[in-house]
């Protein structure tokens, strides 16, 4: 039986990228509770196959337009923009992200319990789920930066001490995700390799790398292995649709240099038998924000069923 401190996927060690093989089901759930939460048949073995699914008009207009609302209203809320939880852009002023939202707003809150988000991660990942992070990603016009390639369980397991791949990622967009402004690329089948990462992680990484990431990224070697192998896609999607992705799906996004403002809520859910521990690389833990871990309790349903509304 492992211990708290085995390491299935060591990480920032030595002087040579590994490709390790997973040790961990892509679905954890069983294929009946997932059809009865809502997946399809032909989302979950595209899932299982490439580490990600699209559901377009999960949210209808109404309940775009409340989200809509109320990010613009964080962006240029005084307080949230000052809050330690607000990252902007790098040299730059521009809001980048603002983490934690599902604990700091009520609206957030009730899309990170809504059945269409909660109620599939948990089907998926076979348990009970908590948020392990939540944040919107705001790639403004002409000045949005971009996201380098990386694996969030590399970081959440390294930085936060996540033990295993039993966590996905769930993105509603906000703005159209186009070919031009910068939207979310996924290497399709990456999932399945865990790609170490080299030098070891800095004091207090986090307040560089949530603006530009620059350890716990794979080699540029290793990221143009995987794509001449396996491929590339980019998602292009309206606004009200979820990008679901494995924690081990490989990633990333251009810059956003056109007049066309790219924004996605993200949820992240963390089955609650793998919360997190002590993290596997640097000796200090990152702040509540960026990483639930005072504050770990299942996420329930939300009280009232009704549409989202501002």
Known sequence: MLTARDDLYPSRYGQQTQWLPRQDPVVHGAREDLLAAGW???????????????????FDASEIQAMQTDAL??????A??????????????????????????????????????RARAQALLGDQVYIHQSRLNYKPAFH??????HSDFETWH???????????????TLTANHAQNGPLMLIPGSHRQYITC??????????????RQTFGVPSAEAIAQMVETLGLVTVEA??????????????????NI????RSNAFFVYNAMCNAVQDPYGPSATRPEFVASRAHITPIQAPTDPAPIAA
């Open 73 to 78: 209203r964080m962006r240029t809320d005084a």
């Open 158 to 172: 390294t930085e936060d001490g996540m033990p295993r791949m039993r966590a996905v990622s769930m993105s509603v």
């Open 40 to 58: 399809r048949l032909t989302d979950i073995e595209a899932f299982e196959r490439d580490g990600f699914v699209v559901w377009n008009d999960v």
């Open 238 to 255: 309206a606004p009200g649709a979820v990008i679901v992705f494995d924690c081990n799906t490989l990633h990333g996004s251009n810059g």
């Open 198 to 211: 080299l030098g070891e992680t800095p004091q207090d990484h986090f307040k560089q790398s949530l603006q």
């Open 258 to 261: 056109t007049p066309w403002a």
């Open 144 to 149: 949005g930066q971009a996201f380098d390639w």
């Open 80 to 117: 949230c923009c000052a809050a330690e939880a607000a990252i902007t852009e790098p040299g730059g002023q521009a809001l980048r992200s603002l983490f934690q939202i599902h604990a700091s707003q009520a609206l957030w809150q009730r899309v990170a319990q809504d059945d269409r988000l």
